[in-house]
Structures are given as structure tokens and as C-alpha cells.
């Protein structure tokens, strides 16, 4: 018999009870559901909501079954619904009447709620510390490579010369915004639903605060209505897991583009690749290519969130019992990407020769060159016309500015001295740019030393 049924004259259509259970996936919510339920328990008793002695069976039943959970002992019956009614109906037929009074004083709304705001809350720590796991190998990378010159590109076209381990820190703040933006999103979810029953609070003098002290809340929630029928945290968290991915799949993309023929930049440990079934001769950044693919799972999560909540009046609707596969979905896929990615970035192997090989082609020291033109005297927009005049015959001729004889040289500009190859060799552009955030080899070093500072205490590679 449902909890619910007494207002009812018959039994719900089977294949509706089959159309409407969640427990098949809500069942990953029952450690926050028994936690909500122990700390929601302590309280009615605490108050003398509930009598002590049922309040404490209440709690000893729950603790069990928090352990048998645990222990994989605890087995949930699909016939019950959801997660939360298995865990009402278990406790009753385990501690006998005192397991009816649990439900005392709130609603599946507020407590579904507040399991979805608790895992939200671990989860993304658990998310947060793969984050930092990965963005602490890449600086560690950048610091290895401080000095390995390549070549820099806008609109996928060799731009200025820079180093593979300034690229790399390039990589690393995009992590350490996605880090602080899971930390603010798991700040907006610590806010303790529990006592806004249905959508309109409860008569009971529940003492919130102590809930949500029990729980580790840092707040409760102002709004019993808002409370039970918003899942902005759920999407707000999809959305950073979602940033997550698309900074993962730019990466991922990058080393496609390194690992091929024509840039030769990286070769992909052979743990982190596949052959082909009939090119003996392939070697192909399958792991790279299936993070970049499930990019695209992560922003369908999100939209299905966005869409399922797009047009529902307050409160509580059904149609939000399709939160939770999304939420889950997202984070399952981003961590695996996570862990698999810095696995993959930790045993790369790049080739530093072929990336300075890189640099020296294409003009990436032009803009050094126009440079030099200036501090020579010239406006910029003149010496970028000489310079651009020298590229243009240089491409004709097949040669490179470094190629061009003193002679040559100062018959484009006369303000072209003996130092000039000096100036427009591809370590002295590097190491021209020392101005903070530029890709000299000690602002890269003092950059890979702040992400680390801002790394500490949390997640660490392989953990």
C-alpha cells in the first residue's frame, strides 16, 4: 500500500507506477536521504515534536541503515516509488509505529530538495578536487617547459613566438575559473530547504537552524514556495560542469591538431591511444576525441535542465523529477573526462624540437620586428608597413626575415642595424615579453607558482 493511498479508491495503473518511479536513479540520493532523515529526526525530538524514545529508535534504525547502505546490505524495492518512501517503509518494518512519525513535519518537496542541495555539495567537491588535480599536472608541465619555444596562433595561423609552458598556464586559469566557479555554485546550494513541507512551511515549531547545523548548512532558505520548486542550483552546477567541458574539449582539440603529421607537436602515451583495424600504421588520440564528443552530453544535460524548468508555475511540479538523470549524467561525465585527461596530459610526450621548429617558420617574430622599427623612431603603423613589405617579399622568394642580408635589410628602412637578427631571435622575443601575464620564462614560472598557491590543500594528481 502506498503511504498516499487513502484518499484514493483504487490502485494506480501498473504501467503508470512503472512510468513515474525515479528510484531506479533517485536510489544514489539514499546517503543524503537517511543523513536528512537522522538530522531531521533529532530535531522533532529535540523540539518534543515527536516523543524522545521514538525519536532516538528513529535515529538508531536510520544509522543502520546508513551502514547496510554503506556496505552494499541494503536492498530497495522498486514498488516503493522512490528513494524516499523505500527508506520510510524499510525503517517502519525495521523499528516498528516509531518509523511513522519520521515524515513529521515536511514533504517529499522540501526533502527531495534538500537531498538533491547535499549531493550538489559533495559532488561538486569531489569535482572541485579533480579540477585541481589536473590544473596542479599542467602547472607542473608549464614548469618543466618554462623555456620550450613554439609558435603562438590566432585564427589557427602562426602568430608570435611563445612557450609551451606559458601556453599551458593559459590552460591552467581556465581550470582555476571553473574551480571558483563550482566553489561559488556550491556556496548559492548551502541553503537548508527542510521545513517548507509542501510550499507553505508547516504548523510544527521546527527548529530550521538546528537542522541545518546538524547538516553542515552554512544557511536556510527564506522562501518556503521558492524553496521546493526551483532547481537553479542543479542547473547552475550543469552550467560550470558544462564550461568544464568545453575548456576540456579546447584542450583535447589542441592536442588533436599537435598529435597529427603536420604539426608533430605531442605524441600520446600509447595508454591513452588506439590503432586502426585495417591502417597498420595509426596511432589515433581517441581519449582527446571522446572527451571533445562528450563535450556535447554535458550541454544536452544542460539544456534538458533549462527546458524541463523553462515553463513551470511555483511550486512543485512532477515534471522536476527529471532534474536528477541530467545532474547525474553531467557529473559522472565531467569527473571521468577530468581524471582520464590528466592521465593523458601527465604521460604526453612533447616534442620541444619540433615546436621551436614551429616558431622559427611563418613570421611569428614580425611583430618583434616592426618593434624594433620603433624603438628605433618610427610610428608603428609605418614600421608595420616596412615589415609587412619585407614579409611579402620574403614569401615570394621563399625565405625567412632572419635569411635577408644587411644590405637587403636596410633598403627596406635605414633605421635597420647589425642588431637587428639579434632582436628578432625567437628566445629574445620570448624573453622581451616580461611584463606579468606575458610568456617570459620567470613570469611563466612565477605564474605556475601562484596557481599552485591557490592549488593548496586541494586535490591532488592521482588521488
Known amino acids: 500500500m502506498k503511504l498516499w493511498s487513502g484518499r484514493f479508491e483504487k490502485e494506480t495503473e501498473a504501467s503508470v507506477d512503472d512510468f513515474q518511479s525515479s528510484i531506479g536513479f533517485d536510489q544514489r540520493l539514499v546517503r543524503e536521504d537517511i543523513r536528512g532523515s537522522i538530522a531531521h529526526a533529532r530535531m522533532l525530538g529535540e523540539q518534543g515534536i515527536i516523543p524522545p524514545q521514538d525519536a532516538q529508535a528513529i535515529v538508531s534504525g ?30 517502519t518494518q525495521r523499528i516498528g509505529e516509531a518509523g511513522k512519525r519520521l515524515h513529521t513535519g515536511r514533504s517529499r518537496n522540501d526533502q527531495v530538495a534538500l537531498d538533491t542541495r547535499m549531493y550538489v555539495i559533495e559532488r ?60 561559488e555554485c556550491r556556496r548559492r546550494t548551502s541553503v537548508m530547504p527542510l521545513g517548507s513541507g509542501a510550499l507553505a512551511g508547516t504548523t510544527y515549531p521546527l527548529d530550521r537552524q538546528r537542522t541545518a547545523e546538524l547538516l553542515g548548512f552554512d544557511a ?37 591538431l599537435w598529435s597529427t603529421g603536420e604539426f608533430g607537436f605531442v605524441e600520446m602515451d ?17 581519449v582527446a576525441e571522446l572527451i571533445r564528443g562528450k563535450t556535447g552530453r554535458v550541454y544536452g544535460d544542460l539544456m534538458a535542465l533549462l527546458t524541463v524548468m523553462k515553463g513551470l508555475p511555483l511550486a512543485y511540479n512532477k515534471d522536476m523529477q527529471e532534474d536528477k538523470e541530467a545532474l547525474f549524467d553531467a557529473l559522472d561525465t565531467a569527473e571521468r573526462c577530468l581524471s582520464v585527461f590528466t592521465g593523458m596530459i601527465r604521460t604526453a610526450r612533447f616534442r620541444t624540437d619540433a615546436m621551436r621548429r614551429g616558431a622559427a617558420g611563418g613570421f611569428a617574430n614580425a611583430t618583434d620586428a616592426a618593434d624594433y622599427l620603433v624603438r628605433r623612431g618610427l610610428a608603428f603603423r609605418e614600421a608595420h608597413a616596412v615589415v609587412g613589405a619585407m614579409v611579402l617579399d620574403c614569401i615570394r622568394q621563399g625565405r625567412a626575415l632572419e635569411d635577408l642580408s644587411d644590405e637587403e635589410l636596410r633598403s627596406y628602412s635605414p633605421l635597420i642595424g647589425e642588431d637587428f637578427r639579434t632582436a628578432i631571435d625567437l628566445a629574445a622575443c620570448v624573453a622581451g615579453r616580461d611584463l606579468p601575464g606575458g610568456p617570459a620564462r620567470e613570469r611563466v614560472l612565477e605564474s605556475a607558482a601562484r596557481a599552485r598557491e591557490a592549488l593548496e590543500g586541494r586535490g591532488r594528481p592521482g588521488e
Open 62 to 91: 536510520l544509522t543502520q541503515l546508513l551502514a547496510d547502505a554503506e556496505s552494499g546490505a541494503l536492498t530497495l524495492r522498486a514498488d516503493a516509488e522512490d528513494i524516499h518512501m523505500n527508506i520510510e517503509q524499510i525503517l
Open 124 to 183: 561538486t567537491r569531489a569535482v572541485g578536487e579533480s579540477i585541481a588535480a589536473l590544473a596542479r599536472t599542467l602547472a607542473e608541465l608549464a614548469e618543466k617547459h618554462a623555456g620550450d619555444i613554439m609558435p603562438g596562433y590566432t585564427h589557427l595561423q602562426r602568430a608570435q613566438p611563445v612557450t609551451l609552458g606559458f601556453h599551458m598556464m593559459a590552460w591552467v586559469q581556465m581550470l582555476l575559473r571553473d574551480l571558483s566557479r563550482l566553489d
Open 220 to 256: 536556510i532558505s527564506d522562501n518556503a514556495m521558492d524553496a521546493v520548486s526551483d532547481r537553479d542550483f542543479v542547473i547552475e552546477c550543469v552550467f560550470c560542469l558544462s564550461l568544464v567541458m568545453m575548456h576540456l574539449s579546447r584542450m583535447c582539440e589542441e592536442l588533436i
Open 270 to 286: 600509447d595508454g591513452y591511444s588506439t590503432g586502426s583495424s585495417i591502417m597498420p600504421q595509426k596511432k589515433n588520440p581517441d
